[in-house]
Nanobody, 121 residues
Framework: QVQLVASGGGLVQAGGSLDLSCAASGSILRVYTWGWYRQAPGQQRELVAQ???????NYQDSMKGRFTISRDDVSNVAYLRMNSLKPEDTAVYYC???????????????WGQGTQVTVSS
C-alpha cells in the first residue's frame, strides 16, 4: 500500500549542488524516521542522513556540513540538499521511510527505487 519514489538525481560538476526528493504515498498514518542512503560502484550501501519525527538529524561525517535533510509531514516528502559536491559523492541515492500505515500497529520500513547522482571532476 505504501510506495516511495525518489527523484532529482543527475549529472553535476564538482562544487555544484543538487536537490533530491522522496515522495511517499499510500495508506500512511505517519512517517517516523526518513533516511537517505547511497551506494557507489563496488561499495556497500551507507547512511547519508536521517531525520526523525522530532526533527533530530544524523549525518555521516563525510556529508556533514554539506548535505541537509528535511521533511514535509503535510505532503509526506523528504528532501536532501547536497552542496559542494565532490566526485566521491557519485552513487545511487536511496530514500527510506519508517511508516505507520493506517491499518496496522507499529511501523514498516519502505525503500525508494534510487536515483543516480554523478559528480564530474
Amino acid at each position: 500500500q505504501v510506495q516511495l519514489v525518489a527523484s532529482g538525481g543527475g549529472l553535476v560538476q564538482a562544487g555544484g549542488s543538487l536537490d533530491l526528493s522522496c515522495a511517499a504515498s499510500g495508506s500512511i498514518l505517519r512517517v517516523y524516521t526518513w533516511g537517505w542512503y547511497r551506494q557507489a560502484p563496488g561499495q556497500q550501501r551507507e547512511l547519508v542522513a536521517q531525520i526523525t519525527r522530532e526533527l533530530v538529524t544524523n549525518y555521516q561525517d563525510s556529508m556533514k556540513g554539506r548535505f541537509t535533510i528535511s521533511r514535509d509531514d503535510v505532503s509526506n516528502v523528504a528532501y536532501l540538499r547536497m552542496n559542494s559536491l565532490k566526485p566521491e559523492d557519485t552513487a545511487v541515492y536511496y530514500c527510506s521511510a519508517d511508516v505507520q500505515a493506517t491499518d496496522r500497529e507499529g511501523y514498516q520500513t519502505y525503500w525508494g527505487q534510487g536515483t543516480q547522482v554523478t559528480v564530474s571532476s
